[in-house]
């Protein structure tokens, strides 16, 4: 098996993503063997959970597989294990070459829609162009965040000890965004030019919600809006909230009596959790292009996002003030 890792300091997580080709006409042999793969994982200390991927549309028969762990020592222990390596042995010839993995420590869960699409790449780096490849990525990064659909990156250095690539996981908001990146003129020339820091890479491409076990910041994405793009963000979502919970709910508690106290602390649940897993998650992807430091890099940008919301401030306000009849 080639082993190829990564780590990002700042988390203990740790993921293994594992992809192999499976033979013509053996998938369902394999898809039972990966079930048996997985139930002996989650025997194991430390296991969060394991996804597996099939070949998307028009591509090679290789399947991915991800696994996560708690922390690398628990990673680590699962993939050197007796019982892991028996089931290896046991399924060489359902593969048509051998298993590669990559393994990954760091990321925090995100939510996403399950048509989000990422890509993992292997970096064999040159020894001693560490800081060359750093600069090419930032480079590849500024183009990525101009492509279409584009939501996301980050970084995993080596892990000391265990395997040495750079692994790079990205992610565009559909398969057909994915492609259009990959195969497109700019990324060339990067690779043209990237080929000077990286003797090798390896691309492959997993669907679904694994990419949800990361956040996709990286640099300067890292860092939280500033506040009062915060206060202008959850303003936009929480008036209209309001004003419909008052135009409805309130309407029919004051209509069967219910005290206000009672009414007022209903009401309040309904907006906080309408704003935690419905809106702010909306306004915050509608906005990203304002609120993610590392994208709102320009005062043009800055002017347009500021006037999008003040403009939606406006819509609401005249369409509320039309509903109850108090438009001046």
């Not at 990564?6 to 013509?24: G, H, I, P, Y």
């Not at 762990?69 to 089931?87: I, K, P």
Request: proline letters at 4%; hydrophobic letters at 45%; one cysteine or more.
């Amino acid at each position: 098996m080639s082993a190829r890792a990564s780590r990002d300091s700042m988390a203990l997580n740790a993921t293994v993503v594992t992809s192999q080709k499976v033979r013509e006409g053996r998938a369902d042999e394999y898809q039972h063997w990966q079930e048996r793969m997985n139930r002996a994982a989650r025997e194991f200390e430390g296991f969060v959970g394991a996804e597996v991927f099939p070949p998307g549309a028009g591509e090679a028969n290789e399947w991915v597989a991800v696994f996560r762990f708690s922390a690398m020592d628990y990673l680590t222990a699962w993939l050197d294990s007796a019982v892991r390596q028996e089931l290896l042995d046991a399924a060489r010839d359902l593969f048509d070459g051998p298993v590669t993995q990559e393994v990954l420590q760091g990321g925090s869960p995100a939510q996403q829609a399950p048509e989000v699409v990422t890509a993992v790449i292997s970096h064999e780096v040159k020894p001693g162009c560490e800081e060359g490849f750093l600069n090419w990525q930032q480079k590849t990064l500024k183009e990525q965040e101009k492509a279409p659909g584009f939501m996301g990156s980050e970084l995993f250095e080596p892990v000391a000890g265990v395997q040495s690539n750079w692994v790079v996981v990205f992610r565009f908001a559909s398969r057909e965004y994915l492609d259009d990146w990959l195969g497109s003129d700019v990324r060339k020339k990067l690779l043209e030019e990237g080929s000077n820091y990286f003797t090798s890479y390896d691309v492959r491409k997993v669907g679904s919600s694994f990419s949800g076990w990361f956040q996709f910041d990286h640099g300067e994405e890292r860092t939280a809006p500033p506040n009062w793009k915060q206060a202008m963000a959850v303003l936009l979502a929480l008036y209209p909230t309001v004003m419909v919970l008052n135009l409805t709910v309130g309407y029919g508690l004051e209509k069967i009596e219910i005290r206000e106290y009672i009414g007022l602390f209903l009401s309040n649940v309904l907006s906080v959790s309408a704003l935690t897993w419905l809106l702010m998650p909306t306004v915050n992807r509608l906005l990203a292009f304002w609120l993610v430091p590392a994208r709102a890099r320009t005062r043009r940008v800055q002017i347009l996002g500021t006037a999008v919301v003040v403009f939606c401030y406006a819509v609401f306000i005249g369409v509320f003030g039309l509903i109850t009849g108090q438009i001046w």
